[in-house]
């Protein structure tokens, strides 16, 4: 069973648009990750968001990139004019408490 | 800076045999490691972890080791299977329990039958 599950699984949007992508934690934790592919590439660490504030962030976050939980239930990241290079896999971590993260099954990402 | 390398990109084992997957990483103050397995098209799915103050913590057919001492991480499987075809990462932390993870590059383990 997923620890979260993340909406959409795939999008194709134009360069300069603005993205949002999704992650809906299965219980209610405090700590969450955004993390990125690209493709044939390593993971890397972009955000991560606790307590509904930005906890610590990589020098990939810079200002096209936010995050916020609207609702206090979903996590969002918001990529506001999307670049060739943000092409990528977009995975949402969590953890239980512990050092272990969990990962989702991520948005695959396209910008053209 | 902190970097987490492996050391073969690709590694073919037979279905049956043992496969070790080696990693090195640079930051000694590094305190936390974990192995992650990613097939094609999702997330990466916890394998294993370890804290720095153990050498050796086992699993289920898996076996992490970590030697602090050359800065080197291994993942052990034992009577690797088809399933077990795969890329996998070592990823580490440095800091708080919520910190976040260094990856390394990836290796591509591919089982034959």
């Known amino acids: 069973e997923p620890e979260v599950t993340q909406t959409p699984s795939h999008q194709v949007t134009q360069m300069g648009q603005e993205v949002i992508l999704r992650c809906v934690p299965i219980?209610?934790?405090?700590?969450f990750y955004w993390y990125r592919q690209i493709l044939g590439q390593k993971v890397e660490f972009l955000v991560s968001?606790?307590?509904?504030?930005?906890?610590?962030k990589s020098e990939i976050f810079d200002d096209q990139f936010s995050v916020e939980r609207p609702d206090g239930s979903n996590f969002t990241l918001k990529i506001r004019s999307t670049k060739l290079e943000d092409s990528a896999m977009y995975f949402c971590?969590?953890?239980?408490?512990?050092?272990?993260?969990?990962f989702g099954p991520g948005t695959r990402l396209l910008v053209l | 800076g902190e970097s987490v390398g492996l050391h073969l990109p690709t590694l073919s084992v037979q279905e049956g045999d043992n496969s070790i997957i080696n990693c090195a990483y640079s930051?000694?103050?590094?305190?936390?490691f974990i192995w992650y397995k990613q097939e094609s098209g999702k997330g990466p799915q916890f394998i294993i972890d370890?804290?720095?103050?153990?050498d050796k913590r086992q699993g289920q057919r898996v076996t992490v080791l970590l030697n602090k001492t050359v800065k080197h991480l291994s993942l052990q499987i034992a009577a690797t299977q088809p399933g077990d075809s795969a890329v996998y990462f070592c990823?580490?932390?440095?800091?708080?329990?919520?910190?976040?993870?260094?990856f390394g590059k990836g290796i591509t383990l591919s089982v034959r039958p």
């Open positions: 971590a969590r953890n239980r408490g512990q050092e272990t993260q969990y």
């Open positions: 219980s209610n934790h405090l700590y």
């Open positions: 968001f606790y307590n509904n504030e930005i906890s610590e």
């Open positions: 930051n000694s103050a590094s305190d936390y």
């Open positions: 370890i804290r720095s103050n153990m």
């Open positions: 990823a580490e932390k440095l800091g708080g329990a919520n910190s976040k993870l260094t």
